[in-house]
Structure formats: C-alpha cells, structure tokens
C-alpha cells in the first residue's frame, strides 16, 4: 500500500490520494464480451466476404446448379430431335437456338451441365476420401511405413494422367461412369501429399500428444484431432479438383472419347458445334464453350478466395 | 548430387516399366479383337493374322516380345493401315508434335515469367491486374474453346493467319497462342506470387542499399529464387502441354502424333496404341527427371549430396 501511493504520488504529484477510489467490482462487466467471438469457420467466411470476385463466382455457381436442376423444367423444348427446325439462330422460342438435329440447345446446355458438374463433383468427392485417407494415414504413421508409401506416390505421380484416363476409357468402353473411375485413378495424389505435409506438422502438437496420452486410437486422433485442422487447404484443393475434372471430361468428349450420345455435355456440345466456325452458327459453340470457362472461372476464383481466406496467417 | 541422380533415374525407370506394363495388359484385357469386324475373313486367313500379330501366343510369350521391341525400339506394324509402322508414324509425327510442344513451351515460359514479373513490380496496379485478368482467363478458357475463337477472329473473319495445317511460321501462330495461354496464365500467377514474396525480403533491401539497378535486382537477385516454384510445375505444364497437342493437332489439321494416337484408340490397333502411349510416356518421365535435376540446380538451399538436407 505505501509502495502504491509512493508511485502514485511521483505519477501525480498534484493530486492527492484520496482521489483514487478503487472502483466497485463488477463481475458482469468483467466476463461480458465485448465483441462475438469469431470461430475459425466464421471469421474466414467474414473475409471470403469482402473477396468481391470470389462471392461473384460462388453466386454463378449457384445459379448453374440451380439451372442444371430447373433448367430442363424451365424449358419448353425437350430433348427430342426437330427435323424441320434445325440451325435457328437464338429466338423467343428457342432462347439459345438449335443445332443440326432441330435439338433445343438450352435444354441441351443444362442437362450437359447435369454430367458437367457431376462429373466434377463425383471426382472431387472421390479424391477427397482416397486422398485424406492415403494421405492421413501415411503422415501419421511416419518413418519407414511413409517413407514407402511415398515412393509409390512418386512412381504414381509420373504417370502421366491423361493418357491413363484415355487408357481406361478403351478398356473400360466410353461413359459417365468411366470418366469418373479414370479421373480418380491418378487423381487422389494431389490431395494425398497435401494432406500428409499437414498430418505431419500438426501431429506433434499439443493437443494431439494431450489425446494420446488419454489412451485415443488412431482412427478418432485422425478423424477428430489432425483432419479438423487440416480442413482449410483440403477444400481449396477440392475447390481447384472440380474445374480440373470438368475440363478433363470436356477435353475427353471433344475429342470424341468421353460420353456417349444420347447423354450430352458441354465438351461434347463444343466438339459438335466446332464446324459452326465455317457455317457461321456461333450458338451451336457459344453457349457450351461459354458456361465451361464461366464455370471454371468461378471454381478458380472460388478457389483463389478461399486459399485467402482459409489461410491461418490472414487471420486477426 | 550423383547418388540423387541416380535414386531419381532408378524411380523413373520403375515408373516407365510401370507403364509400360499396365499399358500392355490394359490393352490385352479388352474385349474383341481388331480383327472382329471383318467378318468374312475366312478362317485361315484370320489365322494368319493373328499369328503374324503374335495374337495366338500365350500372354506371357506376348509380354516378352513387346518387351523385346520396346528395348530395340521397333514397335511394329500398324493392324489398321497394313502398310505403315509403328515406328514409321512416329517418325512422321513426332518432329511435328515436339515442334508445336517446344514453341508452346517456351511461349509459355517466356511471356508467363514476364507478365508474373511485371504484375509483381507494379503490385496492386494497373498493370498487375490487367496481367492477372489475363491469367484468370487464360487458366479458365479451354485451349480447345480458345483454339476455335482464334480461328474464329483471326483467321476466319480477319484473315491474318491461315487457319489450318503445320507449314509455315505464320501457320505455327494460332495453334501456339492457343496451347500456350494456359500454361502461362499459370507460370504467370506461379511468378507473381513468389516475386512478391521474395521482393520483401532483406538481401533484395540490402541489394537496393548498395545502389544495384533495379534490372540487376530482379533479374540477378530476386528472379532466380522466383523461378524455383515455376520450375516444380514445369514437368505437369510439359504434361498437359502434350495432351493438349491431340485437341489442338485435331482442331489445326496438323500432321502430328495426336492424330495417330486418337485415331489408333477408336480403331483398336494394339501397337500403334501401345507404341504411342509408351513414346508419349517416356518422353513426360525424362521431363520431369530432367525437371528434378535442374531444381536442385537451381536451388542453393538443397543439398542435394547429403541425406538431412532433403
């Protein structure tokens, strides 16, 4: 006490003591919150926010799910072919116009962009569940079990991906189901190196030394300790996967080895509508070669905000 | 460094064999012969053919002497067009196809590194996101879509270049331009980034104290740390470079490898798809071995001799 008013006397030399009252204890005051606490989760949805373009390209992803699911409703056109209507130019009937079959081309869009985007998904889905596993189990268990588990990660990584998938589709014979086995089949190691190098460093953490001691198996400290915390570059890389297999299924079908008629997608609407450069029907091309860049710009975008956003490091 | 060297060759190795294998039983597990068509050919003769194909053989015997060809490098005849060797295609496609795949490369990595260097030099400017526009595009347009806009604009309605075929210089602009942008939209943004980084860092600083023109600072100081990330991707960019080559071979009517290969798949012919695809592979491993090597080349901080340093 003496201590205390000595030094606050050389603070202050001019006011006396006695105006210093301790002020009542308030508890509540004491615990309140000022501001929300902000969970990792919040806060980088708070930043992917303000990223201006990533939130344009999450809405124009939204808009072609929701027309892939509504679009074929929407229109008044099936799918059947209208021999008498065939090339017209985009009208208030046929609002994309139609292609050398008389099939409406809007109709046809949406229900290409149904496999487009399954296709993307399926494959990201199936990446992500080989790749964590592969990946989650190899960094955990270290030493020599991943060390060998990463030499047949290299030998895999030098195959080269394409060519695997055009291999598989002559054997496996050309369709949806194909694309999406011949795109995982080389498609995992990304995401399985990814989530190694994070298995790897937050293995030693704390926390996760604290959960052992406790007697946790493996399988929980991988599910509940290391994955939760490594969640934020597994959905980029997911993000970034989408584009890459609908791209790789474009490229499959334009060149003819991809889905098979009567089924559609945007790579084969472009791989159809190609010789319009000579005819000069531009819609037959314009429209499926405009919604595959759209799309994988918003993917990318997306993807680009998120890696921001997610990033441990932007964070305040 | 020679132990890496090797350790590197022995992994390419096992992944060329493995390729090489798979491919061989891929092929041997589909069902129907190149020879089911043609039903009127009689017995024998279908005989014939397949002992001259070797296709009576057991697999095993079949794996050998494909082993046996691939070691000599003679692939064999085509099944489809009689006349013509494996061998025979490859030589007519492949200068073609390693011609528009080298252009495109260094297109690529030339205008990629400058637009990431100009970008980063003028951060948060103008200029970097007009660069960076460009390379969002360039990462979302397919070359396929981009190809046929091309020809479209440039040589269709403006007439500038000719809009097919591979023969003179002004024939190589179109399909280069369209193979190119997306790998240098990635190069691009690959660059970027690792210049900002390195531009903020303390011997860049000391550099500008000691009185270093900015030229020398990026491009003797900052720009050989810059590469190191573009250099990883180099081997993948050769990848989708390669397959891009069939999209755009098919779009631009060039004579190269791509034809033969989509040609031999939706025709079945064993060797032509086996000789390609094996070619095709080789060709991406010793890339991205060679790509392994120039990175511990270029990168100071690895060690590349000692075991800890990795």
């Known amino acids: 006490m003496e201590l205390r008013k000595k030094q606050n006397s050389l603070i202050t030399p001019d006011i006396p003591d006695e105006w210093f009252t301790p002020r009542a204890k308030d508890i509540e005051q004491a615990e309140k919150v000022t501001r929300p606490s902000l969970s990792y989760w919040k806060d980088a949805w708070y930043r992917l926010l303000k990223n201006k373009l990533a939130i344009l390209g999450l809405f124009f992803l939204l808009f072609v799910v929701f027309m892939a699911i509504f679009g074929p409703l929407i229109s008044q056109h099936g799918l059947d072919q209208k021999l008498q209507d065939q090339n017209l130019p985009p009208s208030t009937t046929y609002w994309f116009g139609t292609d050398g079959l008389g099939r409406d081309v809007f109709t046809r869009t949406w229900y290409g962009a149904r496999v487009s985007l399954f296709v993307g998904v399926a494959a990201a889905l199936i990446d992500f569940i080989v790749g964590v596993t592969y990946g989650g189990f190899s960094g955990y268990k270290g030493g020599k079990i991943d060390n060998f588990m990463m030499r047949i990660i290299e030998v895999l990584y030098g195959l080269p991906h394409l060519l695997v998938v055009i291999l598989l589709m002559v054997v496996m014979g050309p369709g949806l189901a194909t694309i999406i086995v011949a795109l995982s089949v080389t498609g995992w190691i990304g995401m399985a190196r990814i989530v190694r190098g994070q298995v790897l460093q937050i293995k030693n953490y704390e926390f996760v030394l604290a959960s052992k001691t406790f007697g946790t198996k493996t399988g929980r400290i991988i599910r509940k300790n290391l994955l939760p915390n490594t969640m934020g570059p597994i959905i980029v890389q997911m993000t970034l996967t989408v584009p890459a297999a609908i791209f790789a299924e474009a490229f499959l079908s334009f060149l003819g080895l991809g889905i098979q008629p009567p089924f559609t997608s945007w790579g084969m609407m472009a791989d159809e509508g190609l010789s319009s450069i000579l005819t000069g029907y531009w819609w037959r091309l314009f429209f499926p070669a405009f919604f595959i860049s759209v799309t994988m710009f918003a993917f990318n975008v997306l993807g680009d905000g998120l890696q921001d956003a997610l990033d441990p490091k932007m964070r305040r | ?310």
């Open chain 2, 1 to 310: 460094m020679t132990s890496y060297i090797l350790k590197r060759l022995g992994a390419m190795l096992v992944t060329l064999w493995l390729i090489v294998t798979l491919t061989f039983f891929l092929m041997h597990s589909v069902p129907g012969s190149p020879f089911n068509e043609e039903r009127t050919t009689n017995e024998a003769i279908q005989k014939n053919l397949e002992a001259y194909f070797h296709l009576d053989e057991p697999l095993y015997v079949q794996y050998g002497i494909y082993m046996k060809s691939l070691v000599t490098f003679d692939f064999g005849p085509s099944i489809k067009r009689s006349s013509d060797s494996v061998n025979a295609m490859l030589e007519r496609g492949f200068p073609i196809s390693f011609e528009l795949g080298f252009i495109t490369l260094v297109t690529a990595i030339v205008s990629g590194l400058f637009l990431g260097i100009i970008a980063a030099l003028r951060h948060n400017g103008f200029v970097d996101y007009l660069a960076m526009t460009i390379a969002v595009l360039g990462i979302s347009i397919p070359n396929f879509v981009l190809a046929t806009l091309l020809i479209q604009q440039l040589a269709v309605t403006y007439e500038i270049f000719p809009a097919a075929t591979w023969q003179s210089p002004m024939h190589m602009v179109l399909p280069t331009l369209a193979l190119a942008t997306g790998p240098m939209a990635i190069i691009a943004r690959l660059t970027r980034a690792s210049m900002l980084e390195v531009l903020t860092q303390d011997y860049i600083r000391t550099a500008k104290a000691k009185g270093l023109s900015p030229v020398k600072i990026v491009f003797k100081h900052a720009l050989r740390n810059a590469m190191l990330p573009v250099v990883t991707v180099l081997g993948t960019l050769a990848a989708s470079i390669l397959t891009g080559t069939f999209v755009i071979e098919k779009i631009f009517a060039i004579p190269g490898m791509g034809r033969y290969f989509v040609e031999s798949i939706s025709n079945r012919d064993y060797p032509v798809i086996m000789g390609t695809t094996v070619f095709y592979s080789a060709i991406l491993i010793i890339m991205l071995f060679l790509v392994d090597i120039a990175y511990g080349l270029l990168d100071p901080r690895i060690k590349l001799h000692k075991k800890e340093g990795r």
